[in-house]
């Protein structure tokens, strides 16, 4: 073969890979670098923003959409899901799905931490399964900033976010029987998984 006929075979198959990487657009991986400056190197957070690692892809699908839409209150989220595809949107959410939460190293109370396991499980369990692991229901509680599992409270608490209705019922049992303290208790028992 010719220097020219090489040249000519190598530009044309560079072209053709080019193009087609380009149609194929970002990897999902390189999509979800975008969240690392909050959420943390392959979504596990070292700030007060979530843990999004290990995220049930449904629930991020619904939360981004919610954010998307402006149904969800944020103060950066939902300009960023503005700029997704839904199509991106279900690719990251795959992707995170199937990275593993790395729990935040975060101070906490022992004793609040006990307590908080027996009102978790007399209160919480049910919807927040294997003390607050399992995200199949509802996002990751375990190994969570308690500062942002506590503004999350709040958020709920002001109508800022929707408090379903199973849960409102729950924590208004847990504070008429155990009083406010009860919500630190559980926060610092999320808090305290390792």
Not at 88 to 115: C, D, E, H, L, R
Not at 119 to 145: F, M, R, V, W
């Amino acid at each position: 073969m010719t220097l020219k006929k090489t040249l000519q075979v190598a530009l044309t198959g560079g072209l053709m890979v080019g193009s087609l990487a380009v149609q194929a657009g970002p990897s999902p991986q390189m999509l979800s670098q975008t969240c690392a400056a909050c959420h943390g190197t392959m979504g596990s957070s070292v700030a007060v923003i979530p843990t999004i690692a290990g995220a049930d892809p449904e629930y991020f699908v619904e939360t981004m959409q919610a954010f998307k839409s402006g149904e969800r209150k944020a103060t950066v989220m939902d300009r960023v899901a503005k700029g997704y595809s839904d199509e991106q949107i279900t690719a990251m959410a795959n992707y995170f799905a199937a990275q593993k939460p790395v729990p935040m190293n975060q101070p906490f109370s022992a004793a609040k931490a006990q307590q908080g396991a027996k009102l978790h499980n007399d209160y919480c369990e049910k919807c927040h399964e294997d003390g607050g692991t399992n995200t199949e229901a509802s996002a990751l509680l375990a190994g969570q900033s308690t500062l942002y599992l506590k503004y999350s409270m709040e958020d709920f608490k002001a109508g800022h976010r929707e408090v379903p209705k199973k849960m409102r019922t729950q924590v208004k049992k847990m504070l008429d029987q155990h009083g406010p303290s009860s919500i630190e208790a559980v926060l610092n028992y999320y808090g305290s998984q390792q």
